[in-house]
Structure formats: C-alpha cells, structure tokens
C-alpha cells in the first residue's frame, strides 16, 4: 500500500495548512459543486483539503441500536487511514478530519464519539480488523463550518472582493451538524455559525425558527410528498421573512429543498421556487472567483437569475 | 370508557428488549408530550411519538404495526428536547430493528422508478436502505 502516490497529494500546492478531508460519495456526484467550492474557498483561505486516500463510505447513518456495532466499522477505518496519513507524512500531525456533508459528519463523530467513550467497542471493532493497524481514538471529526469558524470572520471578510449586497439570505442548518447535542457543531435550537460567514460575505441575513426543522431526510426515497410538505414549509416562511434564497451544507438537505420544489408545485400550484445555494457557492462569488467554480448547472432552481439582478455573476 | 391492560410475562419481556436494544430506559418517560409536540414529522404519523412511548412501556407489541416507527426520521429533535434525557429516536430505531431483523423489508427499491433513482443522492439511497431493509 503507498498512499502517496494518489493524485490529490501530487496536486497539493505549498505552504498552505492541510487537513485530512473526508468527501463521502455524494460530493463526488450530485453535489461536485459543493466539493469544488469547498475547496477553492478553502484554498483561498489557505486551507489544503487533502482527500484522505483509500476513504469509504460512512453509511450515512450512525447505527441507533445499542448492539449493532458492526455498522461502526466503515467509519472506524476512514479513522485509520487518518493515523496512516500521518505516519506517511501526507500531514503533520494533523488528526482533524474534515467533512463537508453533514451526514457524514454525523455518522463519523457519533461513531468517534463511541469509541472513545467504550473502550471495549474500540476493541472489538479493532480485533476485527485484524489487518489494519489499531485505531488509536486519536481523530476530531470537524465540519467545514468549523473550520471556516476556527480561521476567524474577520479573515474571510478580508478575502471578500465582491460583497454580496442586497443579497436576502435564509441559512438553513438542518439537523445533522446540530443534533444530538455531545456532536453539535454551534447551539442546537439557535445556531448562527452560517450567519457570521454570511455576514462576513457582505450577505442580509434572515432569521427564521425553520433553519432548524428536519427537511424530511431519507423519507425522500419512501415517499417524496412528505418530503415536499416539510420544503414548503420551511421555504414559504423563509420568503415571507424577506429571503431570496437559502443556504445549506448538506447535499441530501440540498435535494430536498431545491429538486423536491417539482414536487412542491405538484401540490401547490402557487409556490414560487426559490433558489438554494451551498454555502460555499456564495463564498466563491465573494471572493471574486471564476465562474467555473460555481457549480450553479447542479443545482435544479437556476439562481443565476437571482445573481444577475444584483449584478453579481455577469452570465 | 375504562380500558383494562394486563402486563403479562410477555409484555414485559418486549419493553425489556426495546430497553436493550435502544439503551434506554423507557419507563422513565413520564408523557409530557414534547417529543410529539415538536416533532417535524408526526403529521405524517398515525400515533404521536409519546404514544409509541406509553405502548412500549405496557409492552404492547402492536406499536409495531404503527406508519409511526417508519416515518420517524431520525432528526434527532426529541432527542435533544426530552426533560427526561430519553433518546425516542433510539426507541423508534430498535422498533424498526425488531422487524428488519426477521428479513422483512420496509421498502421495495426495485420498485422505484429508474429515472427516480437516477435523480436521488447517494445519501438517500444508503440512507433509506440502511433504514428501510433488514
Ligand atoms: S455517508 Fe453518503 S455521502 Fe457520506 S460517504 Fe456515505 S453514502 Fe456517501
Ligand atoms: S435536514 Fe434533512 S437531510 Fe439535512 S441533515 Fe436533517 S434530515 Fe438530514
Ligand atoms: S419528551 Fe420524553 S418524557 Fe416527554 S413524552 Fe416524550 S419521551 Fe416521554
Ligand atoms: S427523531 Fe423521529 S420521533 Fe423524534 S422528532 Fe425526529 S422524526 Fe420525530
């Protein structure tokens, strides 16, 4: 096994502080935006986010069932390639993993938490993977916004070329990175760690008591209109407050509120579609990068629109 | 109207294995209602999540036979509101486990349309299947 012969680490530019980062399958396929607006924002910021080598799927979910440790395991081995990371020098001593998907962020710091708390889970889990090396208990899981939050408004607000103003925006959190609170990553029933970055963007932020309230999550699959409900719901009230759109961190949040708007209309015939943004998406405009990097032909509510009335994207 | 219920051995016997299964202790939960009332789903539910609570505490098995358990989405809202610091999500999780255990299936994703599929994230599919099927 040699890890350092993977194309991200050949990539790295120098000089800036790199983290292990931990993209999950979704960011590779349905939400590339968020991934490559993650990353040039992170650049910017002097952040290198290097793809952990070798990662696996987390499984979305962490395992509810007291004795279902087996569902902990894919986590535990992104954990190890971590440690490797280090022992090959990939990074120095840097044991914060990075996620950008709040699922995965969930699912990996539940999984972390656990294992450092039961030292016989940690135990079994490690004698069953017998060809790995231990996992020592040694990795933070941190979400982006962390990271983002931990570099400091101000120097975001120092990259800013292009101040998002006149720009009504609902930041919506989700209940993956807010709950339970032992992993919350800001106070579960007012968080405004997305409100800082965007006012730091230049963005008019509103508040509104839904940037907490479950979009419906997996129910999507089973039955889309349930989902629906919930989107109209939370998006209704964010444009009665004044928004123009929302922001998320969260593919599967991102699904349900801009592509299950088709389902929305179904349903109400009066809806207005509205555009949702990654966060990350909205960092890229202020900070007056190429077009290229936005992503907005992922999205399923074209925001350019929206954009090109406040003369922030040119086409 | 007075409904009697007498807890036998074997409604004993399934509390004791929700308890275990979710880690929680269920008889604590005193039905104040919060979970239900701030519960984003329980519109979609045929019983509220403090009904599903007061049936597991009686040891009535017919909670699984509840739309509740499966509309549940694990968002953790009860979770964090409880005054008794119960997890309902896991009680909700080690019901649904009963049943995914003996094989049975909550969902038929061959049934789903291809162009739906198509359309889904990852996230959703791993996430259904890993609620949804046993
Ligand atoms: S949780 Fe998802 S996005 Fe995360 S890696 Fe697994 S399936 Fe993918
Ligand atoms: S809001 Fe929905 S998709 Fe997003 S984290 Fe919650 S359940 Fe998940
Ligand atoms: S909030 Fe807790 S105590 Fe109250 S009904 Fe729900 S489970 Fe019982
Ligand atoms: S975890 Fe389930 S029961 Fe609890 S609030 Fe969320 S959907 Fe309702």
Redesign the interface.
Known sequence: MNPTNTKETKSTSSGNMKFPYYP???LK???KNFENSAIATARALGVELLEIPRWN?C???FS?????LI?HVASVRNFIRVQEMNDYGLVKNENRLVTL?S?CFNTLKSTNRRMKENAEDLQKINELMYREEDYKGNVEVLHFLELLKSLGYEKIREKVTKPLKDLNIAPYYG?MIL???EIAIDD??DPTIQKDILEALGVSVIDTPYKK??C???????DKY?VA??AYDILSHARKKGAEALTTVC??CA?NLD?RQQAVKEKHPDFEEMPVFYITQLMTIAFGMDKDVFGFEQNYVDPRPLLKSKSLIED | MIKKIEISPDNEKFLNKVN????EVITLCEQCGTCSGGC??V??MDITPSQMMRLVQLGQKEVLDHKAI??C?????C??RCPRQI?V??VA??LR?IILRQAVD??DIKA?PKEEIA??????????C???TG
């Open positions: 999950g399958c979704t396929t349905t939400a799927c499984g979305t979910v509810l069932a007291q004795d279902d569902h998907c699922m209940c709950r339970p609170k579960p029933e309230v479950c419906g999550s997996y129910q999507t699959v089973k349930i409900e919930l593919p599967l699904f592509q | 275990e299964l979710s880690g984003p789903l519109t979609e499966w509309v989405a694990s968002c953790f809202t979770t964090v997890d999500s896991k999780e080690a486990q909550h969902i789903i359309c889904l994230p990852q996230i959703a599919l791993v996430s259904a890993r609620k949804f």
